[in-house]
């Protein structure tokens, strides 16, 4: 059984979500919590293998909540209806992030998601993590692995490649790392980067390691690894101003 807690101060909130984990398999629902103060006890009491917690919540936020542990033996789902947060919850390697209001199909592919995706958390990474948002350091990025948080220097992407749900994220000594987010959400975290491009719906490039641009309807970019790229119309004449043409 997959145990679980829900933490909301909306009362309707939490009687959707428990309806919607009612209906998969294998799930239990241990304590549902409209105070966020009552957490952190509930948490280490019961010992849930998943705890979905809103953000913006009287008393101790979601982030809050998760602040008083020292180590995390659980998964943390965040629920919210403001999307603002998602950057921080990427960067916290949440287990997933749920727009309100929350689908079956949302949670089901969240348990399966769970069920691929044992990660522990430390303290530490968490701080480094919080380091990052309150000082706004550009430089590096925290990547979801197996084993807990991978900081990566974001200068050494090479490009992010949609894989349905999921991105493949390929640095330029060409190791690639497994995702378990989408496009989208790289594409806010990268936003601010001068040297990154939305070459494709299923493609963000790293400007510095583009080798060769190929002419076509909308053309092909060659990346430093032999990677051929897509680039969609809509894209070719943006990218080619990019360079400086001899």
């Known amino acids: ?19 919607l984990l009612k209906q998969i398999e294998d799930v239990e629902i241990l ?14 009491t019961l010992k849930p293998d998943i705890v979905f917690l809103d953000i913006e919540m009287p008393n101790l936020s979601g ?3 998760l602040e008083q542990f020292d180590s995390f033996d659980f998964k943390f789902v965040f629920t919210t209806a403001y999307n ?3 950057i921080k919850a990427l960067k916290m390697s949440a287990l997933d992030y749920l727009l309100k209001p929350v689908s079956l199909e949302d949670i089901q592919e969240l348990i399966e998601k769970f069920r691929q995706d044992q990660l522990l958390v430390s303290k ?17 990025i925290a990547l979801s692995v197996q084993e807990g948080l991978l900081f990566v220097m974001i200068e050494d992407i090479m490009y992010v490649e949609a894989s349905g749900s999921y991105c493949n994220i390929v640095m330029k000594d060409q190791t690639k790392h ?10 806010e975290v990268l936003n601010d980067q001068p040297n990154f491009f939305r070459a494709h719906k299923s493609y963000i490039i790293n400007l510095k390691f583009v080798k060769q641009y190929i002419r076509g309807d909308g053309g092909e970019i ?11 119309r809509a894209k070719k ?5 990019l360079f400086q043409k001899i």
């Open 222 to 232: 060659v990346m430093d690894d032999g990677k051929y790229v897509n680039i969609s």
């Open 63 to 65: 982030f809050e909540v």
């Open 178 to 187: 497994l995702i378990s987010k989408g496009i989208s959400m790289f594409e």
């Open 124 to 140: 530490e990474q968490l701080s480094n993590v919080y380091k990052f948002d309150k000082d706004k350091v550009q430089d590096r």
């Open 237 to 241: 004449t943006e990218f080619l101003n």
């Open 84 to 86: 603002q947060y998602a």
């Open 1 to 19: 059984m997959i145990k679980t807690i829900i933490l909301d101060d909306e009362k309707h909130c939490l009687i959707t979500l428990e309806h």
């Open 31 to 44: 304590a549902i919590l409209q105070d966020s103060r009552e957490a952190k006890a509930a948490i280490e």
